[in-house]
């Protein structure tokens, strides 16, 4: 009887222990699979600034995803403008860090996900076009067409612009610019502006942005959640 008994007890403890084994593999496996989705896929990042106000307020969180294909006019793109990560080597390193530090760091960033040189900003001029700006507002002739028609006309994405007046005496020449001669824009070249753009630098300073500076596609602002928007 106590043979019986012990026999039970340890097949007992041998299925606790299996289960319990099972249970942390499939606690690993998916800790390691949602963090190669938040590292490879789709993952937060906070706002920094007012750049994009008012759409993306300052400290709001957008998903988005480095799986960038199709650019389309009025996305919102992560733009690497100042120190592109260039290379398979880096892109790498830089999503393994990513990954052991649960998205805070980056490839030479000490900072958050959204590192000081990664900044949002929204695609307004695409390969082939020509663009123009005048009173901060942006003026595109496409490829192909014979007239000019401004950005709101020719997006498919709805957003919103903040900009004011500058001062008489402004000299645009060290400063912000309220407008600028045409742009041709060449193949995988694009012009990327700041919703806010009275206080904010893009393409007018940074010049025309190549398609490899397009680092991650803005999909949803997602917090505060009253704001919640698919951009």
Do not use: C
Request: hydrophobic fraction near 40%.
């Amino acid at each position: 009887m106590s043979k019986d008994i012990y026999r039970l007890s340890f097949r007992l403890k041998k299925e606790l222990h299996r289960r319990i084994f099972v249970a942390i593999i499939n606690f690993i496996l998916v800790f390691i699979s949602l963090n190669l989705i938040l590292s490879f896929i789709i993952y937060p990042v906070q706002e920094q600034s007012n750049s994009m106000g008012p759409d993306i307020p300052k400290n709001s969180l957008v998903f988005v995803t480095p799986i960038n294909a199709n650019v389309e006019r009025g996305d919102v793109y992560l733009v690497d403008k100042n120190s592109p990560i260039d290379g398979l080597y880096h892109r790498f390193v830089s999503s393994l860090i990513s990954f052991f530090t649960f998205q805070k760091k980056s490839y030479k960033s000490e900072t958050e996900q959204l590192s000081s040189r990664m900044v949002f900003r929204r695609v307004i001029g695409m390969p082939g076009d020509i663009v123009y700006m005048k009173d901060f507002m942006i003026y595109i002739r496409p490829e192909n067409e014979k007239h000019f028609l401004t950005e709101f006309e020719l997006s498919n994405k709805q957003y919103n612009i903040e900009i004011k007046k500058l001062p008489k005496d402004w000299d645009d020449s060290i400063g912000l610019k309220e407008g600028f001669t045409p742009v041709i824009l060449g193949p995988n070249q694009y012009f990327v502006m700041a919703d806010n753009r009275y206080s904010s630098l893009d393409s007018r300073m940074w010049g025309i942005v190549e398609k490899s500076e397009l680092a991650a596609k803005a999909l949803v602002l997602y917090f505060p959640v009253k704001r919640f928007k698919v951009l």
